[in-house]
């Protein structure tokens, strides 16, 4: 496709469970980007990968998240131990060497 | 997390009317990126500048990069109701690719016809 993809769009799982969200960038994207956005507030930074390695994670929150890039294109940000506070939208951009490009967003929400 | 102050939060206007947002920080950035988010979608690029005192259009909106890289402005002309959606701006380190972006917590537009 021509944009960002993310899949799925909602996930509704119970406190305690693992999930994994998958996202397809923009075909030639290098770097992939996430972000988790609250109810109410623009998207906060999660994590960037350039190419397979994670360049920066500083906005992980702790160690219950984690994302991978093992080929270059395609991400899964997994969740251990879900918690009612990871309940938010989840969105995925790439880039090319300028701006960054959003998917559409996973809503997660925690039970 | 760090966030930009974005104002004004919200916005109900006439259709046909001009419309002004904008975002300070306390911090310099190199690049300033204008987003809009429709209900259940990502935000999508309007507009971004690179150069302080850059001033770029796209269509009705006009951004700008301030002189001392510490605010932006978006200007939205002559409004009409597919406007409609929350404006984000957003901060960068770098060139826009590398590193990651501080977003404000948005300006809510809604137009009325």
């Known amino acids: 496709g021509a944009g960002v993809s993310q899949t799925p769009s909602n996930k509704v799982t119970e406190k305690g469970k693992y999930v994994e969200l998958r996202c397809d960038p923009i075909?030639?994207?290098?770097?992939l980007y996430w972000y988790r956005q609250s109810l109410g507030q623009g998207p906060e930074f999660l994590i960037y990968?350039?190419?397979?390695?994670?360049?920066?994670d500083s906005g992980l929150p702790n160690d219950r998240f984690f994302a991978v890039r093992p080929e270059g294109s395609v991400s899964t940000l997994k969740i251990q131990r879900t918690e009612r506070g990871d309940s938010a939208v989840y969105l995925c951009?790439?880039?090319?060497?300028?701006?960054?490009?959003f998917g559409p967003g996973t809503r997660l929400t925690v039970l | 997390g760090q966030q930009l102050n974005q104002s004004p939060q919200s916005m109900f206007i006439q259709e046909g009317e001009d419309v002004s947002m904008n975002c300070t920080s306390s911090?310099?950035?190199?690049?300033w990126l204008w987003y809009k988010q429709e209900p259940g979608e990502g935000p999508v690029l309007l507009i971004a500048?690179?150069?302080?005192?850059e001033l770029t259009s796209n269509g009705r909106l006009t951004a700008q990069f301030g002189i001392t890289r510490k605010d932006s402005f978006l200007n939205i002309s002559a409004s009409i109701p597919s406007d409609v959606g929350i404006y984000f701006c957003?901060?960068?380190?770098?060139?826009?690719?590398?590193?990651?972006?501080?977003f404000g917590k948005g300006t809510k537009l809604s137009v009325k016809p």
């Open positions: 911090s310099i950035f190199n690049t």
């Open positions: 990968f350039q190419g397979t390695g994670a360049a920066d």
């Open positions: 951009a790439s880039s090319s060497g300028g701006p960054k490009y």
């Open positions: 500048l690179y150069k302080a005192g």
């Open positions: 957003a901060g960068g380190d770098y060139g826009g690719s590398q590193g990651n972006l501080i």
């Open positions: 075909s030639g994207h290098t770097a």
